[in-house]
């Protein structure tokens, strides 16, 4: 295991990092002397969420970067946008968040609409390349 402290948002973690390959197998298990208390919970990966069958258009899909209720769309099919622009207002824990354009191009498909609740990674516009 190799220790390493993490900075995500300006909050720093420790974290703990096992490395795992073909020259683990061949070297000996490591043996824990004194750990009382210790109790280890493997995390499940979360699910991958399958874009909506309307999403097929060849594009880029921007993606909920939290849980909320979609205030306000400012885009409508087929508007041209600009890496940065507004595409909808999110509010989550009673603060609303602007979801911008990652990339240039034309509204595809709106995934969401006003008043739709969202969880994480949900996908909520496609964005043409």
Do not use: C, H, W
Not at 31 to 49: D, Q
Not at 77 to 82: E, H, M, N, P
Not at 107 to 120: A, H, K, P, Y
């Amino acid at each position: 295991m190799k220790k390493f402290k993490v900075t995500v948002d300006g909050r720093s973690y420790s974290v703990e990092v096992e490395e795992i390959g073909a020259s683990q197998a061949t070297a000996p298990a490591a043996t824990i002397t004194s750990a009382p208390n210790v109790v280890s919970t493997p995390v499940p990966a979360a699910p991958i969420k399958e874009d909506k069958p309307a999403a097929a258009v060849s594009g880029i899909t921007e993606r909920a970067p939290m849980p909320g209720s979609v205030l306000d769309m400012k885009v409508k099919k087929g508007d041209q946008v600009k890496m940065g622009d507004v595409l909808l207002v999110l509010e989550a824990m009673k603060m609303e968040n602007e979801i911008t354009a990652s990339q240039d191009g034309t509204v595809m498909e709106l995934l969401v609409g006003n008043g739709d609740t969202v969880s994480i990674d949900d996908p909520l516009v496609v964005i043409s390349r």
